[in-house]
């Protein structure tokens, strides 16, 4: 049975005493403060959520969403180890040492996932409530999300770095041991540090990326001889999703020290192309005509360029460059596959006379009487007036036996 035997002279006596031998009650005292904290936290939790379906606000739900599963466990582990600086037990300390340690570890791993979720939530929210995310030609906003991206993983770089410092920290002879192992483990620490430059390269990148802001999130690059837009941005490495949905995966490291071409740096407004072949015999003003009107209809062009243009001359045929205009890549690809479908019909069911083709010349075969015809008609074009008559009649009957 437990007696209230205070004592404000030293810490140890300001604890609750058991009778000697008595360890059902400190362990139900113990059990039950555990218990009731999770009801505490599930109540807790209840009005929470009930409260932020009515304001409607996106960081309490995001809260709620990233932060209950590790607050639920936090609770009853923080409300434990306060419990035990208040009770005074019979058990050896040998035991309750080592336990007491595993809850501080166990409490600094779910806070650490907390603190996580934490972060989380507050850039879900800050993204969201962002106007610049609304418009659907914004750099900044780009500009915006991209920072966030960097920055939160950097956050949560920083949170794990503190979270992993703090359990080592919790045993007695880490600093003995981090000493003995740096100055005996130099060698071993250079090779590791060799090894791992090409991550440390990437790590550098993102932060460059972050400052610099070469490319951003929805970004339309060619790198490597791939289009695509930037899908991710990833610690050590970016996501380009192509155009037939393949992923090219590019170190961070290629993109600040390599060269790749960034079609949306200044503005999402994109200038998009395609060629096609025809004989040089088509009316090019009527397929101008032709392509104007059909860029006029398409709900895709933003009304600033579009053309038909001759780009080169071929042997057998003209290669036609058709441009366009879109306010940003997703328009821009829609309206290059319009147009193209739309004018290539037109030219194979108006004038399929005038699709390229090849020409080839049929050349007969010479045989002996043909060049025996040459030689005659130029010997009767020829001054014959002195060649005796022999000749002549010799010529003729040559020509009969030939035929």
């Known amino acids: 049975m437990a007696t209230t035997e205070y004592n404000s002279t030293t810490s140890s006596e300001n604890q609750l005493k058991f009778h000697e031998g008595d360890n059902k009650t400190p362990l139900l005292i113990i059990g039950g403060i555990a218990i009731g904290s999770m009801v505490l936290h599930l109540l807790l939790t209840f009005i929470i959520r009930k409260v932020a379906k009515k304001t409607g606000w996106v960081f309490d739900n995001e809260v709620i969403k990233n932060c209950s599963i590790p607050t639920f466990f936090i609770f009853p582990v923080a409300s434990i180890l306060i419990t035990l600086s208040f009770i005074s037990t019979t058990v050896d300390p040998t035991i309750m040492d080592p336990i007491k340690h595993a809850l501080d570890i166990i409490l600094i791993l779910f806070s650490t996932w907390a603190a996580i979720g934490l972060v989380k939530a507050t850039s879900i929210a800050i993204s969201t409530n962002n106007d610049f995310i609304k418009s659907s030609n914004s750099v900044q906003s780009r500009k915006l999300h991209t920072q966030f991206v960097v920055t939160i993983r950097c956050i949560y ?173 997703k328009m821009g690809s829609k309206l290059k596959g319009e147009l193209r479908e739309k004018l290539l019909e037109y030219i194979i069911t108006t004038y399929p006379e005038y699709l390229p083709r090849t020409r080839h010349l049929n050349v007969e075969k010479r045989t002996g009487t043909d060049s025996m015809k040459r030689i005659v008609t130029k010997m009767e074009d020829a001054k014959l007036e002195d060649i005796p008559n022999g000749i002549s009649e010799k010529k003729h009957f040559i020509l009969q036996e030939k035929e």
């Not at 130099?186 to 070469?214: C, D, H, R, W, Y």
Request: negative net charge.
């Open 157 to 329: 770089g920083l949170i794990f770095c503190i979270g992993a410092a703090s359990i080592l920290l919790s045993f007695p002879r880490a600093w003995e041991l981090g000493a003995s192992l740096l100055a005996s483990a130099s060698v071993v620490a250079l090779f590791i540090g060799l090894a791992a430059k090409p991550s440390m390269e990437n790590l550098v990148a993102s932060l460059q990326i972050a400052l610099t802001q070469p490319l951003l999130l929805d970004d339309y690059i060619k790198i490597d001889g791939h289009e695509g837009v930037v899908e991710e941005i990833q610690a050590q490495y970016i996501v380009v999703k192509t155009s037939d949905e393949r992923r090219i995966i590019i170190p961070l490291s290629r993109i600040i020290n390599g060269l790749f071409e960034n079609y949306t740096k200044v503005n999402e407004n994109m200038g998009m192309s395609f060629e096609f072949y025809v004989d040089y015999g088509v009316p090019l003003d009527d397929l101008k005509q032709y392509y104007q009107s059909i860029l006029q209809k398409s709900e895709y062009w933003d009304h600033r360029d579009g053309a038909i243009s001759i780009k080169e001359c071929l042997e057998n045929c003209m290669v036609l460059k058709a441009s366009m205009t879109a306010v940003n890549v």
